[in-house]
């Protein structure tokens, strides 16, 4: 069964440094999000993509975050200088269409980060 | 205020008996979706069970059922005959027709099985 692949799974990096974290979404899929959950709380909602272009962000997706599709398999999310509230673990989730309001989002394994 | 409660932090069944995990949600859209996610320990989110506002049946996948109750916003999860491995954090989800692509996801519910 396909599933949403997310490279690394660890990532340490120090403070004020640039990370890239990448995803591989499920292949057929059209909508693309990033989740991040600090440890032990709730996962919270990033970013979604679709088409190219951002279609929501949340008030945590500020100017330090971007995302990008830089070819027809990955999708990426780019923090360009990590502070330590950054460390978290950072899901990205792929849904296949948006013909109707119930189209399942598929998680990857997620990247967990910790910025020292 | 919270979209999505989930008011049991901790949870503890038997292995092989039935368990219910509480999740209530608010929302004033007519349209909307509620999911179940489980998080082990390795930290992965696996999708459950789905739940649609306008379903007439309540959603059934093998041993998960979701115990769909409209008027009270409840969307609970039942897991029957559980086993260990259903040990693990469960979080009750929704997505809203007016914010279509954001899933807001509630606390969770930490769940051991015993043995």
């Known amino acids: 069964e396909p599933e949403v692949t997310q490279t690394p799974s660890h990532q340490v990096t120090q403070m004020g440094q640039e990370v890239i974290l990448r995803c591989v979404p499920i292949?057929?899929?059209?909508?693309f999000y990033w989740y991040r959950q600090i440890l032990g709380q709730k996962v919270e909602f990033l970013v979604s993509?679709?088409?190219?272009?951002?279609?929501?962000k949340s008030e945590i997706f500020d100017d330090q975050f971007s995302v990008e599709r830089p070819d027809g398999s990955n999708f990426t999310l780019k923090i360009r200088s990590t502070k330590l509230e950054d460390s978290a673990m950072y899901f990205c989730?792929?849904?296949?269409?948006?013909?109707?309001?119930?189209?399942?989002?598929?998680f990857g394994p997620g990247t967990r980060l910790l910025v020292l | 205020a919270q979209k999505i409660t989930q008011t049991q932090p901790g949870m503890f069944v038997q292995e092989k008996e039935a368990v219910t995990l509480d999740c209530t949600y608010d929302?004033?859209?007519?349209?909307?979706?509620l999911f179940w996610y489980k998080q082990p320990s390795s930290g992965e989110m696996i999708f459950l069970i789905y739940?649609?506002?306008?379903?007439?049946q309540n959603a059934t996948e093998g041993r998960y059922s979701l115990n769909f109750q409209k008027a009270r916003k409840s969307a609970n999860l039942v897991i029957s005959a559980s086993q260990l491995g259903d040990s693990a954090m469960y979080f009750c989800?929704?997505?809203?027709?007016?914010?279509?692509?954001?899933?807001?996801f509630g606390p969770g519910t930490s769940l051991s099985v015993i043995p």
């Open positions: 989730a792929s849904k296949k269409r948006s013909t109707t309001n119930q189209e399942t989002q598929y």
């Open positions: 292949s057929n899929h059209l909508y």
């Open positions: 993509f679709y088409n190219n272009e951002i279609s929501e």
């Open positions: 929302t004033s859209d007519p349209s909307y979706g």
């Open positions: 739940q649609g506002s306008y379903d007439q």
């Open positions: 989800a929704m997505r809203e027709e007016t914010s279509y692509d954001k899933v807001i």
